[in-house]
Structures are given as C-alpha cells and as structure tokens.
Nanobody
C-alpha cells in the first residue's frame, strides 16, 4: 500500500500542526492493521512517535510526545491523523506514516514491523 502524508510545514514553538496520511488506493485490508507515525530528525535515526490499533481503541505514544500529540484514524476513509500541539524545536523532523503492522514489540507492546511506509512530510519548529 502506498501512503501519502500531508500537513507538514513551518511553525513557531508552542504552535500546532495536523498531519494526515491516506493510501493512494483504498483497500479493505488497509483498515485491519495498526498504523503509526515515525519521525527522523537530521543526523538521527528514525524513531517511533505514535501508533493506533485497527479498531482505533488503543493508542500508543513515545514518552517525548505523550500529552502533546494525538493519533487518530478514520476507518471509512482509511485515513490516519496526528494532531501535534505545543510543538518544540526538538520536534523538527520528517514525519512518516506507516501501515500494516504485522507484530508487536516484545519490550514495549507497541505495534511493530510495519510493511507500508509513506515518503514523509517535513515539520520544522522554530524557536
């Protein structure tokens, strides 16, 4: 499944952005797996940001964004969202969505081994 993100941009510290992610082709199987957001800052490894179960009832967050970011999904449109509030300069990164998680991380219990990825959308937070 090809994923397409949107909503990135430049924002001042303390501001908000809402990212969206949708598959280029709607497939029924896309909605049956957990989806998530990851980010990669310059010169850093990609890191987990948030994930949501296929039902939408379970959500998972990295400690660094807990309380500031909210992940949600529209199953009808196979669309994933990430509402980002109280943004900090350290949130600056390319944010990518991922779909079709095939397992769970043994340490954290979070969805893992995502099989589909988007190209990413850049988020820049100025101080």
């Amino acid at each position: 499944v090809q994923l397409i993100e949107s909503g990135g941009g430049l924002v001042q510290a303390g501001g908000s952005l809402r990212l969206s992610c949708a598959p280029s082709e709607h497939t029924a199987s896309s909605s049956k797996y957990a989806m998530g957001w990851f980010r990669q800052a310059p010169s850093k490894e990609r890191e987990f940001v948030a994930a949501i179960s296929w039902s939408g009832l379970n959500t998972y967050y990295a400690d660094s964004v807990k309380g500031r970011f909210t992940i949600s999904r529209e199953k009808a449109n196979y669309t994933l969202f990430l509402q980002m509030n109280a943004l900090k300069p350290e949130d600056t990164a390319v944010y990518s969505c991922a779909a079709e998680a095939s397992s769970f991380d043994l340490d954290t219990g979070f969805p893992a081994n995502f099989r589909s990825w988007g190209q990413g959308t850049r988020v820049t937070v100025s101080s």
